[in-house]
């Protein structure tokens, strides 16, 4: 029943090494997104895809990768890990923009990542 | 570029008055507006939204929001403050033309029995 879901919860790992984070929602939607939320909770997009294709890409560094292998997926590998990028990151899914309706976004419960 | 301001990190309030959590924006053209709480541990959930039409929007638990363009604002309120909506609210904004929701930097709603 869970719409967005995300694995793992909790991430604890060394500096330098390289972690993925995996999202799937099940609402059908067209459009996924990361966030990152940082320990004064204050939250950023980095990414978003719609239909696989990427539409937003902040600047973020390019240790960050996300990939969408469908669009129910959309999973972000970090590579060389430091310790800034420890933050709660959460995926959500939406319906496509269209012109003239918004639609909002459903969030997963969020990956807690430490970087030690 | 986009932006919300939360000008409150915390808001406190006791059980059964009613409670306002402020949120100002700035976005080109009208905008589309959001509320959000997150419960401890948890992700984001969707309260309400303005996209047109009348400017007060009623969502869920009770919360509503009130759209003022000339003020730029958006604040949630509830006439009754319960215990349980002790949480984090973020406000949200997006321009029409655009993908990218922008957030607000949150506030921490106590409501104390």
């Known amino acids: 029943d869970t719409a967005v879901s995300q694995t793992p919860k909790y991430l604890v790992t060394q500096m330098g090494n390289d972690k993925s984070i995996k999202c799937e929602q099940n609402?059908?939607?067209?459009?996924m997104y990361w966030y990152k939320q940082d320990s004064k909770k204050f939250l950023k997009i980095m990414f978003s895809?719609?239909?696989?294709?990427?539409?937003i890409n902040e600047t973020v560094p390019n240790r960050f990768s996300p990939k969408s292998p469908d669009k129910a997926h959309l999973n972000l590998h970090i590579n060389s890990l430091e310790l800034g990028d420890s933050a709660v990151y959460f995926c959500?899914?939406?319906?496509?923009?269209?012109?003239?309706?918004?639609?909002?976004?459903?969030f997963g419960p969020g990956t807690r990542l430490t970087v030690l | 570029a986009q932006s919300v301001a939360q000008p409150e990190d915390q808001v406190n309030v006791a059980e059964g008055n009613p409670l306002t959590v402020k949120c100002t924006y700035s976005v080109s053209g009208n905008p589309y507006l959001f509320w959000y709480v997150q419960y401890p541990n948890r992700g984001l959930q969707f309260l309400l939204k303005?996209?047109?039409?009348?400017?007060l929007v009623k969502g869920s638990y009770g919360f509503e929001a009130e759209f003022n363009k000339s003020q730029t604002s958006f604040h949630l309120k509830k006439p009754s403050a319960l215990v349980s909506d002790s949480a984090l609210y973020f406000c949200?904004?997006?321009?029409?033309?655009?993908?990218?929701?922008?957030f607000g930097g949150g506030t921490r709603l106590m409501v104390k029995p």
């Open positions: 303005y996209i047109t039409g009348d400017n």
């Open positions: 895809y719609n239909n696989k294709e990427l539409i």
């Open positions: 949200a904004v997006r321009d029409r033309a655009g993908n990218m929701l922008t």
């Open positions: 609402l059908g939607h067209d459009t």
């Open positions: 959500a899914s939406s319906r496509h923009r269209l012109a003239g309706v918004s639609h909002e976004q459903f």
